[in-house]
């Protein structure tokens, strides 16, 4: 099937199944406990894969992190948010014991190749996003989302079109109960270049068929998250999505390669 083009070079120069490794690959069993770190983010890229997920927080200095919790807590043996900590404080914080929290600087420059979804966890990291992105010419290198409709609004009016922005959950509302594309995509203002949504959530189904068909038709990808079961891999690619997420990064690879739609490199080990 012929992926709908949405005038970004992000989301058009694929052509198959955008293989994304969320968080590097959060859930792959050498990497348990190492999300969104360097060791996880290389691992991906030694697999093949080009479209790596992350998230953002900012320091209270200013400084971008690659980062899911507002806390350390979760996955650091130390506690603190990160909005109230300086960079250098958090540079010296290690995740199970030897892993670093990386800058989105270190990972444009570590993989100079790649191209990054990115999720929007805080207000502060709007600006300070769009602002790296601006001093890096960078917007055909990430496609930006957030659950926060306000702060993806701001992003989207200071990057002025710019970069690919997902559908905050408002929006992705508005997608599922418009009877077409085309007043979907007019009662969203034409920003979404794409719908990222959960294959199911509270016993519906989300990324329904009659939903990717009308994002298909208006011109718009539809990318689900976190998909780890090759099962459900294989039924969202009969169904015709643009992109997958996974935690899995070895199994969304296997199923991709067999049915000849990876779109990263091939040489690597499965």
Same mark, same amino acid.
């Given at each position: 099937?012929?992926?709908?083009?949405?005038?970004?070079?992000?989301?058009?120069?694929?052509?198959?199944?955008?293989?994304?490794?969320?968080? $590097?690959?959060?859930?792959?069993?050498?990497?348990?406990?190492? @999300?969104?770190?360097m060791r996880a983010f290389r691992h991906a890229v030694a697999l093949g894969y080009r479209y790596l997920e992350t998230d953002v927080?900012?320091?209270?200095?200013?400084? !971008?992190?690659? =980062?899911?919790?507002?806390?350390?807590?979760?996955?650091?043996?130390?506690?603190?948010?990160?909005? @109230?900590?300086?960079?250098?404080?958090?540079?010296?914080?290690?995740?199970?014991? +030897? @892993? #670093?929290?990386?800058?989105?600087? @270190?990972? =444009?420059?570590?993989?100079?190749?790649?191209?990054?979804?990115?999720?929007?966890?805080?207000?502060?990291?709007?600006? #300070?996003?769009?602002? =790296?992105?601006?001093? *890096?010419?960078?917007?055909?290198?990430?496609?930006?989302?957030?659950?926060?409709?306000?702060?993806? *609004?701001? =992003?989207?009016?200071?990057?002025?079109?710019? &970069?690919?922005?997902?559908?905050?959950?408002?929006?992705?509302?508005?997608?599922?109960? #418009?009877?077409?594309?085309?007043?979907?995509?007019?009662? +969203?203002? *034409? %920003?979404?270049?794409?719908?990222?949504?959960?294959?199911?959530?509270?016993?519906? +189904?989300? #990324?329904?068929?009659?939903?990717?068909?009308?994002? /298909? %038709?208006?011109?718009?990808? &539809? /990318?689900?998250?976190?998909?780890?079961?090759?099962?459900?891999?294989?039924?969202?690619?009969?169904?015709?999505?643009? $992109? !997958?997420? +996974?935690?899995?990064?070895?199994?969304?690879?296997?199923?991709?390669?067999? *049915?000849?739609?990876?779109?990263?490199r091939r040489h690597e080990g499965i």
């Amino acid at each position: 099937m012929q992926r709908p083009i949405t005038g970004h070079p992000y989301l058009d120069d694929a052509r198959g199944v955008l293989a994304f490794a969320h968080r $590097g690959g959060a859930t792959h069993p050498e990497l348990v406990g190492l @999300e969104n770190t360097m060791r996880a983010f290389r691992h991906a890229v030694a697999l093949g894969y080009r479209y790596l997920e992350t998230d953002v927080h900012t320091t209270s200095d200013g400084v !971008l992190l690659a =980062f899911h919790d507002a806390r350390l807590d979760r996955v650091a043996a130390q506690s603190g948010a990160i909005a @109230e900590m300086l960079a250098t404080d958090v540079a010296a914080v290690r995740l199970a014991g +030897t @892993e #670093a929290i990386p800058t989105l600087a @270190e990972l =444009f420059d570590a993989f100079p190749e790649a191209r990054f979804n990115i999720d929007l966890k805080s207000a502060a990291s709007v600006d #300070a996003l769009a602002r =790296f992105l601006a001093e *890096r010419d960078a917007y055909d290198r990430v496609m930006v989302g957030s659950f926060s409709a306000a702060s993806l *609004r701001r =992003f989207r009016r200071l990057t002025g079109g710019r &970069v690919a922005t997902s559908a905050h959950p408002g929006e992705v509302a508005v997608w599922l109960l #418009a009877p077409t594309g085309a007043i979907a995509d007019r009662l +969203t203002r *034409r %920003r979404v270049s794409a719908l990222q949504i959960p294959y199911r959530q509270r016993g519906l +189904t989300v #990324a329904s068929k009659w939903l990717i068909r009308k994002a /298909h %038709r208006a011109g718009k990808h &539809v /990318h689900v998250w976190t998909i780890d079961d090759p099962r459900e891999m294989n039924a969202l690619i009969d169904a015709g999505v643009d $992109g !997958l997420m +996974t935690d899995r990064t070895d199994i969304l690879k296997a199923v991709l390669v067999a *049915r000849g739609l990876w779109e990263g490199r091939r040489h690597e080990g499965i």
